[in-house]
């Protein structure tokens, strides 16, 4: 069997006759740049996001950037977030011209440790450091962050707080309203546990909140795409501003902004492809669900499952275990055809990137070790039964002689 890590052609195939139509339709209309097209996805999307505006950009890391710009921050600025995620994060941050500022993560969510973010926050009040203007969360994998912390912590310190959604579509953030146990052996919220409780959806809690629509996201576009959704109308509207010129009006420009917009053609695409999210997903949670069922017998020295926290429900972008001997499962794994991905093998703050920023090893010991030990198994939603189990009668094999 061959199991590639996702599969784009599957899910095409199933869609044709829906994609092909919209794309036509596009086509037909002679009109590829905004249009009533990107309108109706941006309603589309903010509409499901549970925020009141939605603006189409050219990519995620645009999203970021625009984000940023929008709420004013560039240089003499700094900008706080995680140093385990994909470069884009950052590079948003400096294409601002502000400094990113790196804080480590929890070492079971691999997200924003909010605890550690408070410890920096006051370090810098000590030192009469102000320049941070604001926090970048990273919703990984596919799991929101704890951000009734986070933005506790933001509205303290006077931060804004930018969400990197790219990989959390339709990532639901949990608050308990009434104080109840329920059931997370792991496996995280049961539906009849959500009584009581109030949901946002990820993008939605922060002033910003950053979509990436590659095609290999949750719901990913046949080209480059990204979005912003807001609930601010002030932010919604400088960034349509700063993403097409710093425009009102053809040739009327009330500053300068750049060419970052999300064209017709995938806007089209991404509204058949938004139909069908909520069903995507269920169909990455019920893998996720297969996956813990065949293997949380297995010792966590050996194999550490993904941790879904209480307080949200995982959209499982990526399905991330922890194993010591990574490269020895790697190469098992590949063969016997499966493939799989590290997300991501050098935490930014080691990164040549960001040599300037004078980081060391061993200032982020959770974020270096999570470098050293994650690794992703395939879980797009068309993975069939059999390529599930699969990859775990591999995977056990291989972890029984490692
Ligand atoms: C994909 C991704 C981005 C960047 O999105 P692009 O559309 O590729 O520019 C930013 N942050 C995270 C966490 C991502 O996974």
């Known amino acids: 069997m061959l199991i590639p890590l996702v599969d784009l052609k599957v899910q095409y195939d199933l869609l044709k006759a829906e994609i092909d139509a919209a794309i036509q339709g596009v086509i037909d209309s002679g009109s590829f740049i905004g249009g009533r097209q990107v309108e109706g996805f941006e309603n589309a999307f903010a509409g499901y996001c549970g925020a009141g505006h939605c603006v189409g950009v050219g990519n995620g890391t645009d999203a970021l950037y625009l984000a940023l710009r929008s709420l004013g921050i560039g240089h003499g600025d700094t900008v706080i977030t995680v140093p385990n995620t994909f470069i884009a994060t950052a590079e948003a941050i400096s294409m601002t011209g502000a400094v990113p500022e790196f804080v480590d993560v929890d070492e079971r969510t691999f997200t924003l440790d909010p605890e550690k973010l408070e410890e920096l926050l006051e370090r810098k009040r000590k030192r009469g450091d102000q320049r941070a203007k604001a926090v970048i969360p990273v919703h990984l994998y596919g799991q929101v962050c704890h951000m009734d912390a986070i933005l506790g912590l933001a509205r303290r310190y006077g931060l804004s707080v930018v969400e990197d959604a790219a990989q959390a579509h339709g990532s639901v953030y949990v608050r308990s309203l009434v104080q109840k146990p329920c059931g997370a052996i792991d496996g ?84 058949v492809k938004l139909g069908h999210l909520g069903e995507w997903t269920e169909m990455r949670r019920w893998n996720a669900s297969r996956y813990r069922e065949c293997l949380s017998d297995l010792d966590p020295e050996r194999l550490l499952l993904p941790l879904e926290a209480p307080y949200g429900r995982h959209v499982y972008h990526l399905f991330v275990i922890q194993v010591p001997h990574r490269h020895e499962v790697m190469e098992g794994l590949k063969e016997s055809g499966v493939a799989t991905g590290v997300h991501y093998p050098v935490p930014l703050h080691l990164s040549p990137a960001y040599r300037r920023l004078g980081y060391r090893e061993g200032d982020f010991p959770v974020a270096e070790k999570v470098a050293k030990e994650v690794l992703s198994l395939p879980i797009y939603p068309e993975l069939s039964s059999d390529g599930l189990s699969y990859v775990c009668t591999h995977l056990r094999k291989i972890l029984d002689r490692t």
């Open 188 to 271: 995280g919220l049961t539906d009849d546990c959500m009584e009581g409780r109030s949901t946002s959806m990820a993008g939605s809690l922060g002033d910003v909140g950053c979509f990436s629509f590659y095609p290999g996201k949750n719901l990913g576009a046949y080209g480059d795409g990204g979005a912003i959704v807001t609930s601010r109308p002030e932010i919604a509207t400088k960034v349509r501003m700063l993403a097409n010129h710093g425009r009102i009006a053809k040739y009327e420009h009330e500053f300068e902004g750049i060419n970052s917009r999300l064209d017709s053609l995938q806007a089209a695409i991404l509204k």
